[in-house]
């Protein structure tokens, strides 16, 4: 009894060198599998098209909303009206740019951008259009294999991919299946990132070609910066709105008070009493004060003005857009050798299971019979 816990390493032992055995055994099939599935890779890895990515790093240049609009604030709250909601430096927040740049319109009009190609400039629509699905001997087995239901129902069902207008509701627009698959390729290979600590933004394009992708980059740039350009001056369109109203409410009520305070002088030139000094006292105090107010609307009825004529660029960027020289992707040392080890795993696994299995599948028919 006391020499029975040394039996349990013999076994491991034997089990160690049994499995040894069937792994040198299990060579040639190893061998075999590992170089199959390596030259599956290396056929992969050389028509994989390269990917080319272009960026561009900048620093959106935030406007703080001045001391003007306080000003006018206070003085405007003299007069009973508050501009507590109304700012002019209301813009874009940068948290929402990757949202902004995935969105429909904004790849609608990046899609209306151009791109070089052969020579000539062209929509990247139409570009996609041509390129996104005849690259490659692979793109080509994709096409008539996998590809292929889609083929057919789309054939069947073409009619049914025209846009829809629906009366009730307004127009609605329906992608067709072409240009859904458009969409989802422009929104997989166009990025946005922030460095939330340092405030960086980076927009970063993919593209088998280095000057497209190039172009992409700083298009989808342009159109960021000036979709937070538009923003910002409709804010400031309505922000002059409002001061135009304003000041022309507040300018007739102060000319009405002057008119009004003239009346009462020359109405009483010959009377001296208390209640006569207080009343032209008062009424001296209110034209002063919507004198106040109406010179501070005034100002800001033209600082807003200017605010709307503004078209300065308000990204100060850092890493300008470079066409690129080195691909990307594929990693094609990765691949082959990603694949060479997947394949000597699974030879490696079968040589060892395939002895088990068939005495597995023998006592399994056997039982049976």
Known sequence: PMEQPNQVPESDEIDLVELLQKVWQGRKITFIVSAVFALISVFFALNSPNVYTATVTFIPKGKSGGSGRASLSGLASLAGISLGGMSSSSEIPPSLYPMLIKSNPFIDKLLNSKVPKDGAMIRLEDYLSDTVATSGILATIKKYSVGLPSMII??????????????????????????????????????????KKEGFVTISAESKNPEVAAFITQNAQNLLQQEVIDFQIKNAQELLTFTEGLYAEKKVAFEALQDELASFRDQHQNISSGLFENKLSRLVSELAIASAVNEELAKQVEQARIQVSKDTPIFTVIDPVVIPNQRTSPKRKMIVLGYTFLGFFLGLGYALIKEPFVKIRKQILGGGR
């Open 154 to 195: 789309n054939g069947l069902f073409s009619e049914k991919t025209e846009p829809v207008v629906f009366n009730d509701f307004g127009n609605i627009r329906k992608l067709t299946l072409e240009e859904e698959a458009i969409y989802k390729t422009t929104k997989n290979f166009i990025n946005l990132t922030i460095d």
